[in-house]
């Protein structure tokens, strides 16, 4: 488990300030939910913080640790992408193994925890199978597969569930939240999605044009809205 810590984080690209200055601690083992419409920053957010991209200026921590300049294979996360992001020529268990691999891992030590992975994502029958041979709901799981191999402190989820229709959606968010459970690992979930945000969160952050409007549990949000933006967002209807 790690706390994820930002300290006075900025990001523009060119002359367009996206995220104008971010102070943000993000608790150990908590399951956090970035909210905000659509082109709000989430995304570049999590791409910092995972090392995809680099801040403009600021500072950031995980596990206290500061992870700057360090590769995001070295930051003891990882991350799961609205795209999956799997390699259409290589096997279920060949992507779900392909970091460990890149990283020398022990082959034995890699059988294990593919074995763990797919007892816990029931991808046992699916090891063989190649991406397209695989339902949305399938290939996510193997996208999930994919980070819980690598043990990491903290899961980094975009928008995970946007492909799915809203019955295997609503399936793979308690999938998720279960994982969080068993795992106890710190989850950093990014959503535009009003109800996944209230249903999966224990803590939420709400984002406009890359502030943090309010920081609280889902009841407090909605009980409470600091402003008429988060009052305007969590309250209204999907
Ligand atoms: P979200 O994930 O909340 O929808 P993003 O983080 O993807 O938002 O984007 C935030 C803003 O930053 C948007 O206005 C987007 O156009 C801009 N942006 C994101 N990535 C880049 C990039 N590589 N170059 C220029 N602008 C970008
Ligand atoms: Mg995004």
Do not use: W
Not at 8 to 25: A, C, N, Y
Not at 68 to 89: E, T, W
Not at 140 to 166: C, M, T
């Amino acid at each position: 488990m790690a706390d994820v810590t930002l300290n006075k984080l900025t990001k523009s690209f060119g002359p367009v300030e996206v995220i104008p200055e971010l102070d943000l601690t993000i608790p150990s083992g908590s399951f956090t939910v970035l909210v905000g419409p659509s082109g709000c920053g989430k995304s570049t957010l999590l791409r910092m913080i995972a090392g995809l991209d680099d801040p403009t200026t600021g500072g950031m921590k995980i596990d206290g640790d500061n992870v700057l300049g360090k590769q995001p294979s070295d930051r003891g996360i990882a991350m799961v992408f609205q795209s999956y992001a799997l390699y259409p020529h290589m096997s279920v268990r060949e992507n779900i193994s392909f970091g460990l691999r890149l990283a020398k891992t022990d082959p034995a030590e890699i059988d294990a925890r593919v074995e763990e992975a797919s007892k816990i994502l029931q991808l046992d029958p699916l090891l063989d199978r190649k991406p397209k041979q695989l339902s949305g709901g399938q290939r996510q799981r193997v996208a999930i597969g994919r980070a819980i191999v690598r043990h990491p402190k903290v899961f980094l989820f975009d928008e995970p569930l946007s492909n799915l229709d809203a019955a295997l959606r609503g399936q793979m968010r308690v999938e998720i939240m279960e994982l969080h459970k068993r795992l106890k690992a710190t989850m950093i979930y990014v959503t535009h999605d009003q109800v996944e945000a209230m249903t999966m969160a224990d803590r939420i952050v709400v984002l406009n044009k890359g502030n943090i409007e309010q920081v609280g549990a889902p009841l407090e949000l909605y009980d409470t809205p600091q402003t008429p933006f988060v009052a305007g967002f969590i309250g209204s209807p999907k």
